[in-house]
């Protein structure tokens, strides 16, 4: 699987360019910086430097870019754990427990953990990539609209979960979401729930709508609060409790693997992503975990499950990427790019035949995945004086600037408008004790079942039996439902212990 | 528990208001959507999530007629004058995002971050004076040089 004597040349080619290595730091800085402000994607980012890329050499100049996505992807989690504001949409499960980690303040622990996870998750994924790089991709050509709608639906069973007490207000919240993502246009060309808006057709703009459900409903919440974290000696940035965060990953390294492998492979399927990987690996982690019960209010491993599965992401991204030609999302388009501007086409041809640049790439993130922890360390450190700033200034700066990246991800007032609409709404939903993650969860997952439900509909010509032609996708329901009956038989073994202990 | 001691029943009014609302966002989706095609290219994911969104209207609805008085989880807290400042930041962010356009997003910035720090509780005149213009500026020249898109701004 491994072909040393292209890897022995890759490490020579590392060994002897300096060049490849000068922009490993000022990429992760400047991907650590884009990705914290709320708004800025991973893919944006790249895309801001991309143009500067032109006049490196082609290793370098991808190098650059795998460095921005590697630093992007962490630098999405300071801000969800912060300020609850997902900065992307692969920073949702972390906010779930991140920032109930803040409010009690436990910031340095949560941003500690989600920094460690992030880095040993990007390790992970490129070691999967480094030694199973054409199989990996070969997988990927299996994933069809079947594959896909079990995936979907793996995530939409996350919603029951997240129903918290009430399982009737979780539903509901959970199918509002749902229908947030089916307005629009659909892939059969049907037009849905447009109000005659025109930017609707493309459906509900995804990111501001999160934003403002998940961070702008909670800044209201919190306009009689003086600081995030209200016990003054609990906002002290501390290196060492930081450090402690990152021990926290070490302990849980089931969680840490299961999000990793879930990270590669999610992320390896275009058009997925991070955006799925991170929201699956929290469920599964939830549902086996004993404590369970105390996810969303503060427990590290949701923070570990989810950071470990978004960073692990790029891994598989950058297989389907390399091996196919394909670009799974926005970041990885970005680095087709960079290979189109250098003449350079991406694919089964060009792993073949460079080999060596391949594994250059791959050696090269195992170096970003451990600068990143030295460097985001430093980043968290002076992230973290937020804490320390008062409310009443830090909720209409935050909102402005959301707003901003609201808008700087739509080109138009829709991101800001839809940023409001949904505000407005999280902040009405969570007065009256609605999980309004089960919305962002629904929003997220419903056009992707939807899509991916009407492809199948048509491949099957309607007959539900076609299923049975599917044995991937087969495979997926029987893993989520042996997950499921193993996590009710704990509850269930639990609830006995816990009787034993009562009688 | 005793008939003496049954807790009072109170209707949820404001809870109540808000998922009827809801339900009946989601039921104009239905019908309009039905309007559109019965197709199932159309409904397949649709129709079904409605009927299960307003059955669930039905459950918590009912909850909220037949709930007893200090149920948890059944409506705002806090006093009134803290319920006036929640709403009152609620209603500058909308006059913020109503602004953005017409008045420019450099000077709504400006004036959404007055009058939050306003709302707020500050009072001090330094602060007041100098912060939001400052902060606002910085903002919108920062995203103005990051985004390829043009901004409508009137000063800067």
């Known amino acids: ?503 | 528990m005793t008939g003496q001691d049954a807790p009072a029943r109170r209707i949820a009014w404001g809870h109540l208001a808000l998922v009827t609302a809801l339900a009946a966002g989601v039921l104009a989706y239905l019908i309009e959507a039905r309007a559109v095609s019965l197709s199932p290219h159309n409904l397949l994911l649709l129709q079904p999530t409605a009927i299960l969104v307003l059955a669930l209207w039905a459950v918590i609805a009912w909850g909220c007629v037949r709930r007893t008085a200090g149920a948890s989880q059944d409506g705002p807290e806090g006093t009134w004058p803290e319920r006036l400042k929640v709403g009152a930041m609620v209603g500058a962010f909308a006059l913020y995002i109503a602004g953005l356009e017409t008045i420019g997003y450099d000077v709504a910035a400006w004036a959404f971050v007055l009058a939050g720090l306003a709302i707020g509780g500050e009072r001090r005149p330094l602060m007041l004076v100098l912060f939001p213009p400052a902060f606002a500026a910085g903002v919108i020249l920062a995203f103005k040089a990051m985004i390829p898109y043009p901004l409508t701004t009137a000063i800067l």
């Open chain 1, 1 to 503: 699987m491994i072909d040393l004597p292209a890897a022995g040349s890759a490490l020579s080619l590392l060994s002897s360019s300096l060049d490849a290595w000068i922009w490993v730091v000022p990429g992760l800085l400047i991907g650590l910086v884009f990705g914290a402000i709320p708004g800025v994607s991973v893919s944006m980012a790249m895309a801001l430097v991309l143009p500067a890329t032109l006049y490196m050499d082609f290793l370098p100049a991808i190098i650059f870019l795998t460095s921005v996505y590697t630093g992007a992807g962490f630098g999405g989690s300071v801000p969800a754990v912060l300020m609850g504001i997902p900065g992307t949409s692969s920073a949702v499960a972390t906010t779930f427990d991140g920032y109930p980690m803040a409010r009690q303040g436990r910031h340095n622990e949560a941003l500690g953990a989600a920094l460690f996870a992030s880095c040993i998750g990007v390790l992970l994924s490129y070691m999967v990539l480094f030694v199973l790089v054409q199989p990996l991709a070969e997988m990927v050509l299996k994933m069809g609209p079947f594959e896909m709608v079990a995936v979907g639906i793996w995530g939409m069973v996350l919603l029951g979960s997240l129903g918290g007490t009430s399982v009737s207000r979780g539903l509901f919240a959970a199918g509002l979401g749902v229908l947030f993502g089916t307005v629009g246009m659909n892939t059969a060309g049907y037009m849905r729930g447009t109000l005659g808006i025109p930017w609707l057709l493309d459906g509900i703009p995804t990111i501001p709508a999160m934003v403002g459900l998940l961070a702008a409903s909670q800044l209201f919440a919190l306009v009689n609060t003086r600081f995030l974290v209200e016990a003054e000696e609990d906002r002290r940035i501390s290196l060492a409790r930081i450090l402690d965060g990152g021990r926290l990953v070490l302990r849980h390294p089931g969680t840490m693997l299961r999000g990793a492998l879930i990270g590669a492979l999610i992320g390896a399927t275009p058009g997925v992503g991070s955006s799925i990987s991170n929201l699956l690996s929290y469920a599964e982690t939830k549902r086996t975990a004993p404590d369970g019960h105390t996810f969303g209010q503060g427990n590290p491993k949701g923070v570990i499950a989810s950071e470990s599965a978004n960073s692990s992401s790029e891994g598989g991204a950058m297989a389907t990427m390399l091996a196919l030609g394909i670009p799974g999302g926005g970041a990885t388009a970005i680095l087709l790019a960079a290979f189109a501007m250098h003449n350079v086409v991406g694919g089964p041809r060009f792993i073949d035949q460079n080999r060596d640049i391949v594994y250059a790439i791959i050696l090269s993130n195992f170096a970003q995945a451990l600068l990143l922890t030295v460097i985001g360390t430093g980043f968290v450190f002076v992230a973290s004086a937020i804490v320390r700033v008062q409310l009443r200034i830090l909720i209409p700066c935050v909102l402005v600037v959301a707003t901003m990246g609201a808008f700087a991800i739509e080109g138009s007032s829709a991101g800001p408008i839809t940023l409001l609409a949904f505000a407005v709404l999280g902040w009405q939903l969570s007065r009256y004790g609605y999980p309004v993650a089960a919305v962002v969860v629904g929003l997220l997952l419903g056009r992707l079942i939807e899509t991916e439900l009407l492809r199948a509909y048509q491949i099957a010509g309607g007959n539900a039996l076609e299923i049975l032609n599917h044995p991937v996708a087969l495979t997926i329901f029987a893993l989520m439902l042996a997950s499921l009956a193993v996590s009710v038989w704990n509850e269930r073994r639990g609830r006995r212990a816990a009787d034993a202990i009562t009688e």
